[in-house]
């Protein structure tokens, strides 16, 4: 062999190492049972620490799920929204959907400690992270599905990313579709996950304009609103209203009997009731709760998955709110 033979050689191989790493590797390194040696006790001790906290609030359930998305949209589910600011990187939890709004950075905290005590340095916050939100939604009512574990924490954020990644209240269909596309989510998993707002609460910031400038939105409805979200811009910025108007502490598929009675609260819920080719998969999920549920599990996973840090890529952090 000569010596350029044996360079083609060698960038064959290191080629088929690469695509190897991409086609099996990411996958196979997240499993349901990653733990089970290392950690055995991990699931019960979120779930009776999640159980705990939303009994006392059960708005937490929301923001943890939400905290969970919202970490996931950002470089993946890294832990990276649990990461405060620091001097060599302005993190996420100021980003323009994060600040003021993003919630439940101290339970998670807590339940990190709770895990450092049973198995020290072994769990990963984007684990934990994981986990809690899977279990939100069960407690109130929702799905349960099995969590694919074994993600490391990111040792960096990045606010400009956040603002870049996270879809808008404002955003029209189009937009959330190719947000969620640029995520490797369809339609469906648009629509499903989307169903989240069945639960939790948004202020009055982030859907003023819906109730006060007519358009597709149930008048009755937006008067209701506009009881607690006063039309001048900075005062009662902060009151809060129940995403789903029916039902706001259960994880039921009321969420898209509102939108089909025009009573979504953002502008973004209304998006995916509003003539366009979202609208069948909203009614399905409105008559059938059984398709939601199936559907919402199955995006979870797949939303869970995206580009997660595996290996010894990353940390497993000791403190969810810095790097080691
Ligand atoms: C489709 C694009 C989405 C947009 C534009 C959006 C936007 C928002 C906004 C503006 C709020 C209220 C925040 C506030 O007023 O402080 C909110 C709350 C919430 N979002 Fe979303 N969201 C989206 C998708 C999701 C997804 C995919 C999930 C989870 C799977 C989710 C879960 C939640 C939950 C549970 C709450 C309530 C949080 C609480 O009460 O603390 N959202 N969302
Ligand atoms: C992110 O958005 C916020 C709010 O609009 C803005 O103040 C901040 O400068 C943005 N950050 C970056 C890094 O672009």
């Known amino acids: 062999m000569d010596s350029n033979q044996l360079i ?3 960038v064959i191989l290191v080629t088929l190492l690469l695509q190897g790493n991409n086609n099996t590797v990411v996958e196979a390194q997240l499993r349901t049972d990653f733990y089970l040696s290392s950690c055995p006790l991990l699931l019960p001790t979120v779930r009776t620490a999640v159980r705990n906290n939303v009994l006392r609030e059960p708005r937490m359930g929301a ?6 998305y919202l970490d996931c949209f950002v470089n993946g589910c890294d832990g990276s929204i649990l990461l405060k600011d620091t001097s060599t990187f302005t993190g996420e939890q100021n980003a323009v959907s994060n600040h003021n709004s993003a919630r439940g950075f101290n339970v998670i905290d807590d339940i990190k400690s709770l895990v450092e005590r049973v198995c020290p340095g072994v769990v990963s916050c984007a684990d934990i992270l994981t986990i809690a939100a899977r279990d939100s939604v069960s407690m109130l009512g929702g799905p349960f599905w099995e969590v694919l574990l074994g993600r490391r924490d990111a040792i960096t954020a990045s606010q400009a990313a956040a603002n870049s990644s ?8 189009s937009e959330l579709i190719s947000s969620f596309s640029q ?6 998993d648009l629509v499903a996950l989307s169903g989240a707002h069945t639960i939790g609460q948004a202020q009055c ?3 003023r304009t819906r109730i006060y400038n007519g358009g597709n939105i149930n008048p009755t409805f937006a008067t209701l609103r506009q009881q607690t979200c006063p039309i001048i811009s900075g005062s009662g910025d902060e009151n809060l209203a129940p995403l789903d108007f ?21 502008h973004s819920d209304q998006e995916l009731f509003n003539g366009g080719s979202t609208d069948a998969i909203v009614r399905e999920y409105s008559l059938n709760l ?5 559907d919402f599990r199955s995006a979870m996973v797949k939303m869970s998955m995206l580009s997660p840090l595996t290996g010894s890529d990353g940390e497993v952090r000791q403190h969810c709110g810095r790097i080691n």
């Open 205 to 207: 910031r982030n859907f």
């Open 246 to 266: 029916l039902t706001p502490f259960v994880f039921d598929n009321s969420y898209f009997v509102n939108l089909m009675s025009q009573r979504g609260l953002l």
């Open 290 to 294: 059984l398709n939601f549920r199936r």
């Open 8 to 10: 083609a050689f060698l």
């Open 166 to 173: 996270i879809p808008l209240p404002t955003s029209s269909l």
């Open 63 to 68: 923001s943890l799920l939400r905290l969970f």
């Open 183 to 188: 995520h490797g989510l369809t339609l469906r």
